[in-house]
């Protein structure tokens, strides 16, 4: 994580979490994007997620990135707390049947006024590109 304030937030479910999300995490690193990494799990404790989604315009975040696996809940409950862009990352998962349908089918069917961005399963990467487009920072290669 950098010293700067960050600009994007990578909320996760769970701890097992953070090695599928860890190509946002370089990816971020490679465009010198500010970032900030929290573990909040939308089933286990939703008031904490919503005080996270609420709060992240005041820290200065810009766009968040939420990674879930399974019902993965996460990125439509940040999206129902706050007008920032959400990025969805369906996550896979040993305990899924369905190789991580089950989590994107969750995530890109939300009601309508409450948009989350989807990227592809254990689309880590794409979710930070996605997120460095709508900072409107340059990801060619540098």
Same mark, same amino acid.
């Given at each position: 994580m #950098? #010293?700067?304030?960050?600009l994007v937030g990578i909320l996760i479910g769970s701890a097992s979490d953070r090695e599928r999300m860890a190509d946002a995490v370089a990816e971020l690193e490679r465009l010198a994007?500010?970032? /900030?990494? /929290?573990?909040? #799990? @939308?089933h286990r404790d939703p008031d904490a997620v919503a005080e996270y989604a609420r709060g992240a315009r005041g820290r200065g975040l810009r766009v968040v990135i939420a990674g879930a696996g399974l019902a993965a809940a996460l990125p439509g409950v940040v999206a129902a707390h706050t007008d920032l862009p959400v990025i969805g990352v369906p996550l896979r998962s040993s305990k899924s049947l369905l190789d991580g349908l089950? @989590?994107?089918l969750s995530i890109v069917q939300m009601p309508p006024g409450v948009p989350?961005?989807?990227?592809?399963?254990?689309g880590a990467r794409n979710a930070a590109a996605l997120a460095a487009r709508i900072l409107n920072v340059s990801t060619a290669s540098q």
């Open positions: #950098s #010293s700067e304030a960050p994007i500010p970032y /900030e990494l /929290e573990v909040r #799990s @939308a089950d @989590a994107l989350v961005a989807c990227v592809g399963v254990d």
